[in-house]
């Protein structure tokens, strides 16, 4: 089964080696991994897509709690959530061509976002079929490069969660409670 893994961070140096260090020494692979800063510059989040059974997940999220910048991890697999991922792809075009290709860009929402004689670059927001969907489409145009960015996602709901079951998974480090705790007594 996939699971999508949601993983708060302290936005420090290093934080994103520890986490991927911790999978590949486990032997779990990631199937994608995007990473960035949140509305407080200090934390990051990072959404992860990593297979395996619940046995694996509960491991995968014992030991990101174990790790001393981890704020909180969240599984988002069974939550409503919002899920996207991004796709960038050159495609090679003609004057011939380029009309067909922008019907299907515009069937996906799409946007084309470089022309040149030879290439066109789209460019495609959406779930993980649908971006799957649209490069299925393009190939038959020649496909010159393509970059994705893996699945990001966020929880409808906004509340920090508590282990459930079959619910989502939410726990917050002793790290992330000592803040929390210290923040409260300076004030």
Do not use: C
Not at 66 to 75: E, G
Not at 95 to 124: L, Y
Not at 162 to 186: E, I, L, M, Y
């Amino acid at each position: 089964m996939t699971h999508i893994v949601s993983v708060l961070v302290e936005n420090h140096f290093g934080v994103l080696a520890r986490v991927s260090g911790l999978f590949s020494a486990r032997g779990f692979n990631i199937d994608s991994l995007a990473v960035g800063e949140t509305e407080d510059a200090s934390t990051s989040r990072m959404t992860i897509v990593v297979r395996g059974d619940e046995r694996v997940l509960d491991q995968i999220m014992k030991q990101l709690n174990k790790l001393v910048d981890v704020i909180r991890v969240t599984d988002l697999t069974k939550d409503e959530k919002i899920e996207r991922e991004l796709l960038l792809i050159k495609v090679t075009s003609t004057a011939v061509n380029r009309n067909e290709i922008m019907q299907i860009v515009n069937t996906f929402r799409g946007k084309v976002v470089d022309v040149s004689p030879r290439s066109m670059v789209v460019e495609v927001t959406g779930s993980k079929s649908k971006v799957d969907a649209m490069l299925e489409l393009l190939r038959p145009f020649q496909i010159k490069e393509v970059v994705r960015t893996g699945t990001i996602a966020l929880a409808r709901q906004s509340e920090l969660k508590t282990p459930s079951k079959g619910g989502s998974k939410s726990v917050q480090t002793a790290g992330a409670r000592k803040k929390s705790v210290s923040k409260k007594k300076s004030k």
